[in-house]
């Protein structure tokens, strides 16, 4: 692949990665990601993985958790109405992904004290929370790091 079709698959992998971070919450699949990508489903796969290392389905998972851990910190809604919230229909699916990438279940997560955020801006709290697969204790570092770089 020369370089100028490389340049032009990631522009297209772009299109379909800023469709799925502007619309995780409505249901997305990998078929109609892929035409917005102008690809294949099997080559938009493959080079949505190589590109941005993980498949489309994981990407769009990690935004709905990412989202559902911001309106958790909030308080003011169930784990259900997040669940629907973000675009999942099975409370047991949400759960067991969110408890994957964030080390806890949502409930836990809702009822930890979150108020060392409060005073984060939001782009600085999206950083530290940011849900991957890093350990617990990484995660939570990481959302003290970013309270402490208020402070400073």
């Not at 990631?10 to 619309?23: G, S, V, W």
């Not at 989202?67 to 958790?72: D, G, P, S």
């Amino acid at each position: 692949m020369g370089r100028g079709e490389e340049l032009a698959d990631l522009a297209h992998l772009r299109r379909a990665r800023d469709l799925i971070d502007r619309e995780y919450a409505r249901p997305l699949e990998v078929a109609a990601l892929a035409r917005a990508a102008l690809m294949s489903t099997a080559h938009f796969s493959r080079r949505f993985r190589a590109a941005y290392g993980e498949t489309p389905y994981a990407y769009l998972m990690t935004r709905r958790v990412e989202r559902a851990k911001a309106l958790l910190r909030r308080g003011d809604i169930s784990v259900t109405e997040v669940c629907m919230a973000v675009g999942c229909t099975s409370l047991g699916s949400f759960s067991a992904r969110f408890t994957e990438l964030v080390g806890e279940t949502p409930t836990a997560y809702r009822a930890r004290d979150h108020g060392g955020l409060a005073r984060v801006p939001g782009c600085i709290a999206r950083d530290a929370t940011r849900p991957s697969r890093k350990s617990e204790q990484d995660r939570r570092n990481a959302e003290a790091a970013g309270s402490l770089a208020l402070r400073a």
